[in-house]
C-alpha cells in the first residue's frame, strides 16, 4: 500500500502553512479562491484527503448524525429524509441511516452507531424503545420525532398535531351526508396511529358520529388494497380515513376497480401524511399534510442549538393542515 501524504507535505507543496490547507479543505472564507484551487490542484494530484478521523480526536466533534427510522421504502419517510440530508450536508454534517424495519435487534443498530461518537442522533422510528435511544445516545442528547411527549432535560422533541385539520375534512364529509365512517390503522404498536385515530374519532364525535368499523393494515400500498375489499364487502362504508396516503391510494383503486364504487360520490377517503406521491393527477387525495420543509428546520434548528452547546430541552409542535384533492 502506498504511503499517504500528509497536510503538512501538501502545504510544504503549495507553499503555505498547514493551517491554511485545513482552511481550503473547511470553505474557510479567509482564503482566496485563488489560493483554495491550486491547493486542491496539488491534493488532487498526490491524492491527498484531510483525513476527518483524526480531526473529530482533535476537535471532539464527530460531524455525523445518526438518523433512524423505520424504512427509506415509505415515501414519507423518504421525503422527509431527502430534505433533511440536504440540509446536514449543507453544514458539513454527515447522516449515518439506521434503517429499523427488518432488524431485530434493534439496540445493538444503535449502539453500532454510538460507538462511531455521533454528534447528534434524530429518532424518527417508533418502532426503538424511547428508554433504549434516551440511554444509547445520551451523550448525543437525542432528538425525538412524533413520539409520545417525556419530561426529560435533555431531550429534544418534534411532536404533530392534526386535531384541527381533522375537524375540517370531517366538517366536509358530514355536510356531504356521510356519516359511515371506516379507520385503517397501519401499526397499533404507534403511538402516533393512535394519535392520528383519535383526531378522526373526537372529530366525529362532535357529529355525533363514531368509526363504524376498523381494519388493520401496515403502511404498505397492498394492505390498503386487501382490507379494502374486506372492509368495504362487510359493512356499508361511505367514507374510510387511513392511517396514511399509501394505504389510502390502495383503498380507492380497490373499492374503484374491484368493487365498482365510485370516488367520490359512493366514498370519501382521506389519506394523512401529504407525501408528493397523493398530489400525482392519477391519484389527487385528499389528506392531512405538514410543512415538511418547516418540519426538517425544526430538527436542523435542534441539532444547531446542540452544536452551540446551548442546555435545556426544547418541544416544538407542527401542525397538519388540509390538501384537499377529489377522493373527499
Request: proline share 2%; charged share 25%.
Amino acid at each position: 500500500m502506498n504511503k499517504r501524504i500528509t497536510s503538512k507535505e501538501i502545504a510544504k507543496l503549495a507553499g503555505v502553512s498547514p493551517s491554511t490547507i485545513s482552511r481550503a479543505f473547511s470553505g474557510d472564507a479567509r482564503i482566496s479562491e485563488r489560493t483554495r484551487k491550486r491547493i486542491m490542484s496539488i491534493a488532487d494530484e498526490h491524492d491527498y484527503r484531510p483525513n476527518a478521523i483524526a480531526r473529530s480526536l482533535n476537535s471532539h466533534r464527530s460531524g455525523l448524525v445518526a438518523l433512524v427510522v423505520n424504512s427509506i421504502e415509505n415515501p414519507c419517510e423518504g421525503q422527509q429524509l431527502q430534505y433533511l440530508v440536504q440540509r446536514l450536508q449543507e453544514r458539513e454534517l454527515l447522516p449515518i441511516l439506521l434503517c429499523c424495519a427488518g432488524y431485530d435487534d434493534k439496540a445493538h443498530l444503535m449502539r453500532m452507531a454510538s460507538a462511531y461518537q455521533v454528534d447528534h442522533a434524530v429518532i424518527f422510528s417508533d418502532m426503538v424503545s424511547m428508554a433504549d435511544a434516551t440511554q444509547i445516545f445520551r451523550t448525543a442528547r437525542p432528538i425525538m420525532v412524533s413520539f409520545e411527549p417525556i419530561s426529560d432535560p435533555n431531550i429534544s422533541q418534534l411532536v404533530v398535531n392534526g386535531s384541527k385539520a381533522a375537524d375540517e375534512v370531517v366538517a366536509k364529509a358530514v355536510s356531504d351526508g356521510r356519516n359511515r365512517f371506516a379507520y385503517l390503522t397501519g401499526r397499533n404498536s404507534s403511538w402516533i396511529d393512535k394519535q392520528r385515530k383519535r383526531w378522526f374519532a373526537d372529530a366525529l364525535a362532535r357529529h355525533g358520529l363514531s368509526f363504524i368499523a376498523e381494519s388493520h393494515g401496515d403502511y404498505s400500498y397492498d394492505s390498503g388494497f386487501k382490507e379494502a375489499v374486506v372492509l368495504l364487502r362487510r359493512s356499508s362504508i361511505d367514507a374510510v380515513v387511513c392511517g396514511n396516503d399509501v394505504m389510502a391510494i390502495g383503498v380507492r383503486d380497490a373499492a374503484t376497480r374491484v368493487l365498482g364504487r365510485k370516488v367520490p360520490e359512493d366514498l370519501a377517503i382521506i389519506g394523512q401524511d401529504g407525501v408528493n406521491l397523493a398530489l400525482w393527477e392519477c391519484n389527487d387525495l385528499t389528506t392531512l399534510a405538514l410543512d415538511y420543509a418547516a418540519y426538517m428546520d425544526t430538527i436542523v434548528g435542534f441539532i444547531e442549538d446542540q452544536a452551540l452547546g446551548r442546555e435545556g430541552a426544547a418541544t416544538v409542535t407542527h401542525d397538519y393542515f388540509v390538501r384537499w384533492g377529489t377522493t373527499c
